[in-house]
């Protein structure tokens, strides 16, 4: 089944403990895009990448790192986590930027 | 202001009734427009995907685009209980890699 896979679903951690929120797709997409979203501001980009090794801002990149080293993953990691980054994931991906835009379930975080 | 605005509902209405969901934007570069439906717990899926202007049909939904006024709009008619969702409106400027969404519009379709 062709789909977009994020771990965990649920996470609750504790500000200043670095985390990886996990993303993989089998749709052999070049296209990868992580996003947060947020009651009353909807779905806000944080990163995007092209394909392996080539990825840019959104726009919220703050307190976000990414990396592309296999076309299906693209791990979402955040270095020191801070209570303002706790909010709802999703991973999505596509065969190209204009292509249609397949989303995981995503992954609900919660940093106290 | 926000690049997009979407009336965030909730809106109820009787199974069977014709649906209009409606999102206005301020900026004119944007080329691509989009409708996502989101379930509860789910990650959004693309509903319509409409390039410029004028109007585009799929089974009950059918998408329009304004660009003179700046509104885009989705229809659904013969609503469902499973039409029951938030649904999200997205759009892209020609050349740009990232999606502007609304704020989505919780939709109950009631039996």
């Known amino acids: 089944e062709a789909q977009v896979t994020q771990n965990p679903r649920y996470l609750i951690t504790v500000t200043g403990k670095k985390l990886t929120v996990t993303c993989s797709q089998n749709?052999?997409?070049?296209?990868m895009s992580w996003y947060r979203q947020d009651p009353g501001l909807g779905l806000r980009q944080i990163y995007y990448?092209?394909?392996?090794?080539?990825?840019d801002k959104g726009d919220v990149p703050e307190g976000y790192k990414v990396s592309r080293k296999e076309k299906r993953n693209f791990p979402l990691i955040l270095e020191s986590p801070s209570p303002n980054q706790t909010s709802l994931y999703f991973c999505?991906?596509?065969?190209?930027?204009?292509?249609?835009?397949?989303f995981g379930s995503g992954t609900q975080l919660s940093v106290l | 202001q926000k690049e997009v605005e979407q009336d965030p509902g909730p809106l109820s209405v009787p199974e069977g009734a014709i649906v209009s969901l409606n999102c206005t934007y301020s900026?004119?570069?944007?080329?691509?427009f989009m409708w996502y439906r989101q379930y509860s717990r789910k990650g959004p899926e693309l509903l319509m995907y409409?390039?410029?202007?004028g109007n585009k049909e799929d089974g009950r939904f059918t998408a329009q685009v304004d660009k003179s006024s700046k509104y885009i709009s989705l229809f659904i008619r013969d609503s469902q209980p499973s039409d029951s969702a938030t649904y999200l409106c997205?759009?892209?400027?020609?050349?740009?890699?990232?999606?502007?969404f609304g704020t989505g519009t919780r939709l109950t379709v009631i039996p």
């Open positions: 999505a991906s596509s065969l190209s930027r204009d292509e249609k835009l397949f």
């Open positions: 749709m052999n997409h070049e296209y």
């Open positions: 990448s092209m394909n392996v090794e080539v990825t």
């Open positions: 900026n004119s570069a944007f080329q691509y």
């Open positions: 409409t390039y410029s202007s």
């Open positions: 997205a759009m892209r400027k020609a050349g740009a890699n990232n999606l502007f």
